[in-house]
């Protein structure tokens, strides 16, 4: 007789990450944004500066709370033409890595490919995401979230309005 045992550390991060893509994957932004801190924040930085800082380089997103509630506000309705309809999305996350910090958070990192379609074309976004996670009572939160692309350009993308 087998009995269940408790789910690693690495185990119960992967499936907060897979529920993160699918709550992203199913345009479940306001619930997507309630996995993060209140004083968490948001960084996608240029194709051409992957390693950019937003307190001195340009940057795509750098949101903190109170703009990422605004972001989730304004793709949600019509506003956002980029996305009205709705892209249609798939994220693969895969590679995850943990290290646990003396404070308890939590340093991930995980490889993410998302799968973009609209109006009859589809695009590959491909990179990476690194995220300071805190423990709560049900899990965890987002602390900080940095998506890099490993796209030279967005050219043929067009936006990261899907949130990468």
Do not use: C
Not at 12 to 33: M, Y
Not at 50 to 76: C, E, H, Q
Request: proline share 4%; aromatic share 10%; glycine share 6%.
């Amino acid at each position: 007789m087998t009995t269940a045992s408790k789910p690693t550390l690495r185990e119960q991060v992967e499936d907060f990450l897979f529920r993160e893509a699918a709550l992203l994957d199913d345009w479940r932004l306001d619930e997507w944004v309630d996995l993060f801190t209140e004083d968490g924040r948001y960084v996608v930085p240029t194709t051409d500066l992957p390693d950019g800082d937003p307190k001195r380089d340009l940057v795509f997103i750098d949101d903190d709370i109170t703009r990422l509630r605004a972001r989730a506000v304004r793709l949600n309705s019509r506003h956002a033409h980029r996305e009205y309809p709705w892209s249609r999305t798939r994220r693969f996350v895969s590679n995850v890595r943990v290290q646990e910090s003396g404070n308890g958070e939590l340093a991930v990192s995980s490889n993410v490919l998302v799968y973009r379609f609209r109006a009859g074309e589809g695009a590959p976004y491909v990179g990476s995401i690194d995220y300071i996670l805190r423990r709560n009572d049900t899990g965890f939160q987002i602390k900080y979230r940095r998506a890099v692309l490993d796209l030279e350009s967005l050219s043929w993308h067009g936006a990261v309005s899907i949130i990468f």
